[in-house]
Nanobody
Framework: QVQLVESGGGLVQAGGSLRLSCAASGRTFSSAAMGWFRQAPGKEREFAAL????????YYADSVKGRFTISGDNAGNTVYLQMNSLKPEDTAVYYC?????????????????WGQGTQVTVSS
């Protein structure tokens, strides 16, 4: 059974930092595309960042570029999202997702595997 489990969310003041982790089990995602998405109350789930593990390439939404960094461990089991200079508008539930076809997509529907989400709240 494939599972993705996020951790690291919490409450932080504006300008602060958090590091989210996504641990995969059940199979390796060493050649997959792994994405971080977020969903604020009343809004659609949106793309934040992704990494294509085979190529090591990373992509970011304009809203987080320069502030967030996505990375992965060498074993292919864990993906991280380092979030700096956080803003109140970053407040959302953050989800980790995996696409074994490595399409590098920014669309949630292209990701088969999802974690349960972790809450990030940024106070002003």
């Amino acid at each position: 059974q494939v599972q993705l489990v996020e951790s690291g969310g919490g409450l932080v003041q504006a300008g602060g930092s958090l590091r989210l982790s996504c641990a995969a089990s059940g199979r390796t995602f060493s050649s997959a595309a792994m994405g971080w998405f977020r969903q604020a109350p009343g809004k659609e789930r949106e793309f934040a960042a992704l990494i294509r593990r085979s190529a090591g390439s990373t992509y970011y939404a304009d809203s987080v570029k320069g502030r967030f960094t996505i990375s992965g461990d060498n074993a292919g089991n864990t993906v991280y999202l380092q979030m700096n200079s956080l803003k109140p508008e970053d407040t959302a539930v953050y989800y980790c997702a995996g696409d074994l076809l490595d399409r590098g997509s920014r669309r949630p529907l292209d990701y088969r595997y999802w974690g349960q989400g972790t809450q990030v709240t940024v106070s002003s």
